[in-house]
């Protein structure tokens, strides 16, 4: 064999080569494919309407084609865990979620995307936080020794007297709880109950015999 035959062969080789791999998909996205889909969607909460304690969620797919499934997902903090709240079928840009039983307090939502081509997507995560009605209890009032206290969420007490000075500050955990308040003098004080995620305050009258 020649070495101008080898040559053509080895030629015609490479050529079909380059023609075969060409032929071939790849079974990856291209990389304007990922960089376009990993940031392709936009997320927002609007807030509560008056009265009704609901939140709408509101979302845009940035990309053109938006098909496949979306998940709503829903969290106490941004680490999770999350628990998904539905899944809709995606077949345009924009879509909507209407929770109408979100958690009080701190909540945090987001948005996967599961696409047609089988690829998983995750929007930044947005959190809102929803006051609700403080749930508490303390008694006996008038108090002579121990108080109890009885609430459903966490929260912060304090006990000031007319002078404004704290004499308690007591984390409050839900469940009940007592404290030992026979050190006051007899008189007239303010117990103060903080929601620690909304920073709701509520001030309350309480009798030392």
């Known amino acids: ?9 080895w030629a015609g080789l490479f050529l079909f080569r380059g023609a075969f791999a060409q032929a071939i998909p790849s079974p990856f996205p291209s990389p304007q494919l990922l960089a376009a889909a990993s940031g392709a969607i936009m997320i927002k909460l609007e807030p509560p309407e008056q009265g009704r304690g609901k939140l709408t969620l509101r979302w845009k797919i940035a ?4 098909l496949g499934y979306i998940a709503i997902e829903r969290a106490t903090t941004t680490d999770g865990p999350y628990e998904s709240l539905a899944v809709i079928r995606m077949d345009n840009q924009l879509g909507s979620f209407l929770d109408e039983q979100p958690i009080k307090g701190k909540s945090v939502y987001r948005i996967k995307w599961l696409t047609e081509g089988g690829y998983t997507h995750y929007s930044r995560p947005v959190q809102t936080v929803l006051a609700g009605d403080l749930s508490y209890r303390f008694y006996p009032n008038p108090v002579d020794n121990m108080l109890i206290i009885r609430a ?7 006990i000031t007297d007319n002078q404004g000075k704290p004499r308690f500050t007591l984390p409050v955990q839900p469940g009940l709880q007592t404290l030992d308040v026979s050190s006051l003098e007899k008189g007239f004080y303010l117990l103060t109950l903080t929601q620690r995620e909304t920073g709701r305050v509520i001030t309350e009258k309480l009798v030392k015999n």
């Open 63 to 66: 990309s053109a084609n938006p």
């Open 152 to 158: 459903e969420e966490r929260m912060e007490m304090v």
């Open 1 to 9: 064999m020649t070495v101008l035959t080898q040559n053509l062969l």
